[in-house]
Nanobody, 119 residues
Framework: QVQLVESGGGLVQAGGSLRLSCAAA????????MGWYRQAPGKQRQLVAE???????NYADSVKGRFTISRDNSKNTVYLQMNSLKPEDTGVYYC?????????????WGQGTQVTVSS
């Protein structure tokens, strides 16, 4: 099992910045992906950014150039630096970790943290 604890959400004005953190604990494989998804009211959960334990990061087009994902593997923590925030970035942000071993993929979700961007 893996536990994910997110922090850093809040209320910010458009143009402002926030930094989200997600700390993972438990059975974490050496090969994994950690990332952030968001769910706006009435909409499906969508990928914001994802970063493998090694390899290329992946961003949603809507956040490219504004958001930066990073991770500290020694702390099993992933971060999301969000700059130039827009009202459409509002939503619940969820951390996700996917353990990968051969053909086995195990995914875990955090409880979510609210981000609200006022215009």
């Amino acid at each position: 099992q893996v536990q994910l604890v997110e922090s850093g959400g809040g209320l910010v004005q458009a143009g402002g910045s926030l930094r989200l953190s997600c700390a993972a604990a438990g059975s974490i494989f050496s090969i994994n992906r950690m990332g952030w998804y968001r769910q706006a009211p009435g909409k499906q959960r969508q990928l914001v950014a994802e970063m493998p334990s090694s390899g290329i990061t992946n961003y949603a087009d809507s956040v490219k150039g504004r958001f930066t994902i990073s991770r500290d593997n020694s702390k099993n923590t992933v971060y999301l630096q969000m700059n130039s925030l827009k009202p459409e970035d509002t939503g619940v942000y969820y951390c996700k970790l996917t353990n990968i071993r051969s053909a086995l993929y195990q995914s875990y979700w955090g409880q979510g943290t609210q981000v609200t961007v006022s215009s």
